[in-house]
């Protein structure tokens, strides 16, 4: 029977969906032809049609979370500050799938930071992640809502905050469930507007 | 001619050091059995007698990060609010020392969040840190340096700020030199002060 494209395209689900479900359960540490075969249920032979090599492994999972990160949906944005929470609170580990991603993302900064040009794109990734909240943040001083201030180096204390707490809740989800990251990224907003 | 203990300990050291060297170049993804026999012109052969298996390798790599963490020099410390700057100052990337330190935390948290049991140390360490951070938060608060508010919930958020600018520094050591770390956590103290 002849392959078709949509055998094809379910086909490049299956081994996208095995190694999402590798690297959850595994990180980069674990993520290996054999762990992915297994996880398709499939020999690794077949796998290299996919991955000659381990590093074009590697390679496709950093791109299925740059994929999969830009496409998970985020609640409407607000205004001012309250843009700025919103843009905040969509990077925590508040929902499972948001869970996973930071969980991998967290995992991938030992393989970024092995690799030079790897690490410079992380740097350019954080950079315009900063360059948005800078703008969030400036948009609020000009509604008032936050006191003066370089809005760049305010937006880099907030994107620091908010990694911190990432890693903080991977770690021990029993301690910062949402509601207490929810709580804590308040305090962090409360201490800016000097309302805290 | 006899070994004798001061060999063995002189060839511990010098295996310590492969370790840490291969750590700093290549985190934990990098640290393989012929990393470091090759970091130590020997045979891996050789390093077998020392890590019969890969994992191993890995505990004694955490172990030496851990060892190097504790006996790291740290600052004294001081009383009230400065004696919390100084605490999170010694978390930061300030040093080329303090740099490869943090770098080989990063890397570790691939490995620690694949382990139930090392995430379950991860997060005790953490949580051991906080107390610390808290307890400087009351005296600072008896002091009256700090405003009224629960202790532990101002040691979980200046925590989670000091480890996301680790993060931050170690991608973009250009945008955040130490002097921007400084400054960064200066910020975030004064607002916590309400002198932002």
């Not at 985020?74 to 996973?100: C, H, N, S, Y």
Request: glycine residues 8%; charged residues 25%; aromatic residues 6%.
């Amino acid at each position: 029977m002849p392959r078709t494209k949509g055998d094809h395209e379910a086909r490049r689900r299956d081994v996208s969906e095995a190694v999402w479900r590798v690297l959850v359960a595994h990180g980069f540490g674990g993520l290996t032809m054999r762990a992915v075969a297994a996880e398709l249920d499939a020999s690794t032979g077949l796998l290299t049609h996919y991955f000659p090599a381990k590093r074009d492994l590697v390679a496709y999972a950093l791109d299925l979370l740059e994929q999969r990160t830009v496409s998970r949906p985020r609640p409407a944005a607000g205004e001012g500050l309250a843009a700025l929470k919103t843009a905040l609170m969509g990077i925590l580990p508040l929902t499972g799938e948001a869970t996973d991603s930071n969980r991998i993302w967290v995992s991938s900064w030992d393989t970024a930071l092995a690799d030079p040009g790897l690490s410079d794109d992380y740097a350019g990734k954080y950079a315009r992640s900063r360059d948005k909240l800078r703008d969030k943040v400036e948009a609020a001083q000009e509604a008032g809502e936050l006191p003066d201030g370089d809005p760049a180096r305010i937006a880099a204390g907030a994107q620091a905050f908010v990694l911190g707490l990432v890693v903080q809740a991977l770690f021990d989800p029993e301690a910062f469930p949402p509601r207490r990251q929810a709580e804590l990224l308040d305090d962090y907003l409360d201490a800016l507007t000097g309302t805290g």
